[in-house]
T-cell receptor, first 110, second 116 residues
Framework: EDQVTQSPEALRLQEGESSSLNCSYTVSGLRGLFWYRQDPGKGPEFLFTLYSAGEEKEKERLKATLTKKESFLHITAPKPEDSATYLCAVPLSNTGKLIFGQGTTLQVKP | GAVVSQHPSRVICKSGTSVKIECRSLDFQATTMFWYRQFPKQSLMLMATSNEGSKATYEQGVEKDKFLINHASLTLSTLTVTSAHPEDSSFYIC????????????FGDGTRLSIL
């Protein structure tokens, strides 16, 4: 069964304290993995697409990496404005539908 | 680029009212649009997939007569919640894709629907 699991569910960091979020997936034939950021009361904002194992993408304090079984979202020296829920998702076969993980809610305290 | 606009952002109305939500892709052609529902502290739940010019495909358990979807152009899809009741209150989010299955979806900012 295709499945996406994120951990931890919640993460509290002090400003400047680097950490990583995990997204484990089980899909038949990976067609990409997407990371999104969602702020309360808003729709998800696209961050990264990763297509193959070993690929890395960076944007400001965020770096996403991909292996054959999981993806990590590394947050370096986070700031309070990085507080949000981070979602990962993979496409289901050729339908275009996305399977979402449950998300990791990140809180960065000043 | 890849901007999706969703309106209205918030609706409060009486039970029995029908409510229409619009989803527009502003700077790209969206052959496929998706409608999601999100409950508090939960991830997105796909309701239906909408392809331009054809009937929407609904997920199991979603009433197609309750949630009417129209995708009349490559930039506009609408979701109409018919005869809404308090249990339909939720956060509805649309997304749009350029049509390739392995391209990311881009999301609107959601509509908070409250039925009194």
């Amino acid at each position: 069964e295709d499945q996406v699991t994120q951990s931890p569910e919640a993460l509290r960091l002090q400003e400047g304290e680097s950490s990583s979020l995990n997204c484990s997936y089980t899909v038949s034939g990976l067609r990409g993995l997407f990371w999104y950021r969602q702020d309360p009361g808003k729709g998800p904002e696209f961050l990264f697409t990763l297509y193959s194992a070993g690929e890395e993408k960076e944007k400001e304090r965020l770096k996403a990496t991909l292996t054959k079984k999981e993806s990590f979202l590394h947050i370096t020296a986070p700031k309070p404005e990085d507080s949000a829920t981070y979602l990962c998702a993979v496409p289901l076969s050729n339908t275009g539908k996305l399977i979402f993980g449950q998300g990791t809610t990140l809180q960065v305290k000043p | 680029g890849a901007v999706v606009s969703q309106h209205p952002s918030r609706v409060i109305c009486k039970s029995g009212t029908s409510v229409k939500i619009e989803c527009r892709s502003l700077d790209f052609q969206a052959t496929t649009m998706f409608w999601y529902r999100q409950f508090p502290k939960q991830s997105l739940m796909l309701m239906a997939t909408s392809n331009e010019g054809s009937k929407a495909t609904y997920e199991q358990g979603v009433e197609k007569d309750k949630f009417l979807i129209n995708h009349a152009s490559l930039t506009l899809s609408t979701l109409t919640v018919t005869s809404a009741h308090p249990e339909d209150s939720s956060f509805y989010i649309c997304s749009a894709s350029g049509g390739f299955p392995n391209q990311p979806q881009h999301f609107g900012d959601g509509t908070r629907l409250s039925i009194l």
